[in-house]
């Protein structure tokens, strides 16, 4: 997505909240760790532990934990949520969970994978919530004959 917006001329920063073995990296570092294990960012790449963002046009939260660390941001327009999962199952019944949960209610502007996501978040929280459709390669993945 970040490619994608950038060659529609968009400038793209990614901030990535450093965990364990990136914790003491360099930006430089931590884009090669980016690039080689993911995909090469047509933007830039820094580490970012709550420090103020870049002035921008929009901030695109990819995990729920980074919507804790958004709250002092006020040099952007809009705050959108990337929604990839039902983020809560991923941790089990407990803290975790909950504040995963709670993301869905910080009237963020979310865009879902697929239109259950979307509804479930609309129903559920009444949030701002659009989507869209999964990208599916069907000369791979097509019924097959029972």
């Given amino acids: 997505m970040m490619n994608l917006l950038a060659g529609f001329g968009h400038q793209v920063n990614a901030y990535i909240v450093p965990r364990q073995v990136l914790w003491e ?27 103020p963002l870049a002035e ?7 995990h729920w934990s980074t919507a804790y660390l958004v709250d002092h941001v006020h040099n952007t327009s809009r705050i959108f949520y990337f929604v990839q999962d039902w983020e809560p199952f991923f941790a089990p019944m407990g ?14 502007s979310c865009i879902t994978l697929g239109r259950w996501l979307t509804k479930r978040l609309r129903e559920w929280y009444n949030a701002d919530a659009d989507y869209f459709d999964l990208a599916v390669d069907h000369t791979i993945y097509y019924p097959r004959p029972v």
Avoid: C, P
């Fill in 25 to 51: 990296k360099s930006d430089l570092e931590v884009r090669e760790f980016v690039r080689r294990h993911f995909s090469d960012i047509n933007g830039e790449v820094y580490k970012w532990s709550g420090e």
């Fill in 56 to 62: 921008s046009d929009a901030v695109m939260l990819t």
């Fill in 95 to 108: 803290t975790d969970y909950l504040k995963a949960e709670q993301t869905y209610k910080m009237g963020f």
